[in-house]
């Protein structure tokens, strides 16, 4: 649970200061590749905490350093500024929503990936999008998502 906080707890921090980093899409890159390689050799043998804590760490430092280095490409893309408004509810509810698809396939009797990775991405940033639209129509419900519109210190 600890784990979780710790990424809970990053995100704000991203979604408050802003990244600023010279080359970052070759370090983006090169953070990817660490990324890819420990997840080879550690699907050969057991991963523990430590190092399923540091996959997470590179893979999110990979995605950002790619992300803020072709940041103006991607301003200007309808997708992008869509996806952008609702980055945070993606962020903080993407298991909440997947984990029960997931169980669900499973009930159903559907165990392959083909089918399950595709629904799952689906559900995994459809969902919290849909929740952040319903709770943005409902007076004071958007405080579950952002706090800080809410409360001034």
Known sequence: ML???????GG???CILSVNVSNKAKKG???GIVFLTMSGLLL???ANLTS???LG????TSV???????QDNLAKSCVFKFMSKYTMPVFLMHTICAAPMRSILFKIGITSAWIHIPVGLAVSFG???LVAIVLKKVKYAEFILYPGKFVKL
Do not use: H, N
């Open 64 to 70: 950002i350093l790619m992300t803020k280095a072709y």
């Open 57 to 60: 760490v590179f893979a999110c």
């Open 127 to 129: 969902g919290p999008i």
């Open 12 to 14: 704000m921090v991203l």
């Open 52 to 54: 399923s804590f540091l």
């Open 3 to 9: 784990q979780d906080e710790i990424w809970f707890v």
């Open 44 to 46: 050969r043998g057991e």
């Open 29 to 31: 890159v090169a953070v």
